[in-house]
């Protein structure tokens, strides 16, 4: 089924088994409404369990393997586990209180992701962000937030922070805007420690970085900022992700991912190779010492 399982949140995992049991169902020649009705159900609720769209109760999913005629014990104990574990929720969820409802889903989705390619018009990728830089960003346009508000909210991003530390870290390609680098948020030791970890963070091997610079003037991604999650299960269509204010989109319609995928892959062309961006990270730190 998947490696990834241990990592992965309840909406991935309840793809991949829907996606693993709709190809179960197919293979036995059972339709939808035959399905339904032997979990005392609709074809509709077959159909939202097998996209990954409502949770799957065990018993839900024990009756459906049977019923499609599983007969290896071995495989029908590891599928009822993973519909366990797709009820779990995530590691964010102790953080509910800090976290927008929207933004669970995107937490489940990094969690999963294989590569991340990320296009940032405004401010540093949130996975690249250091302690400081993170505080400052918390506080824009939120007056005066209480201090264990604005430590737990640091501390939520900084676990997200893991993806690019854990066994089988997850592969960043961020193409950062210049502008972005040059705001100083949160003042000048701030930016500077920011890019210093942004230097640091070149030599790693599961992290590449391009700046676009201000004198290239328009392209592709003018549009805003934007970041494009692949996944190693079959079952996960690549998705874009685009946040706004107080929502967020997810969009994974073939003609849209081609869209996005073509403007990334325009700004990767545009900007100055990855080879570049350490003395170009080194040139706009100096001017914030000058």
């Given amino acids: 089924m998947t490696e990834s399982g241990a990592q992965s949140g309840p909406t991935t995992l309840r793809i991949i088994l829907g ?10 020649g059972i339709s939808r409404s035959d399905a339904g009705w032997e979990i005392r159900s609709s074809e ?40 366990r574990q797709a009820n779990d929720p995530g590691w964010w969820h102790r953080f509910g209180d800090v976290l927008p409802s929207w933004f669970h889903s995107y937490l489940d989705l990094e969690a999963s992701a294989q590569l991340i390619r990320i296009y940032e018009l405004q401010f540093v990728p949130g996975l690249l962000q ?25 501390s939520l991003r900084v676990n997200r922070q893991e993806v690019l530390t854990r066994p089988d870290p997850v592969r960043v390609w ?8 040059r705001r100083p948020i949160g003042g000048g030791k701030v930016i500077i420690d920011q ?7 070149t030599h790693m091997p599961n992290v590449t970085l391009q700046v ?25 269509p690549d998705t874009v992700y685009i946040e706004h204010l107080t929502s967020a989109l997810y969009l994974d319609k073939l003609d849209e991912l081609d869209q996005y995928t073509a403007a990334m892959e325009s700004l990767c062309v545009a900007a100055p190779q990855p080879g570049k961006t350490r003395d170009i990270l080194t040139s706009i730190r100096k001017d914030f010492e000058a």
Avoid: C, N, W
């Fill in 19 to 28: 996606g693993h049991l709709r190809r179960m169902r197919v293979a036995a």
């Fill in 130 to 154: 250091t302690r400081d830089y993170i505080r400052a960003v918390v506080q824009l346009g939120r007056g005066m937030i209480p201090a264990e508000e604005v430590e737990r909210r640091i």
């Fill in 174 to 181: 961020a193409v950062i805007d210049e502008a972005a680098l």
């Fill in 212 to 236: 676009v610079p201000l004198a290239i003037g328009g392209h592709a991604a003018a549009g805003g900022s934007f970041s494009i999650l692949r996944f190693p299960e079959s079952d996960l």
């Fill in 195 to 201: 890019l210093d970890h942004l230097i640091e963070a």
């Fill in 44 to 83: 509709s609720k077959i159909s939202r369990m097998e996209l990954g769209r409502v949770g799957l109760k065990e018993r839900d999913v024990a009756d459906l393997l049977k019923l499609y005629g599983l007969d290896d014990d071995e495989e029908r104990e590891r599928l009822l586990a993973l519909s």
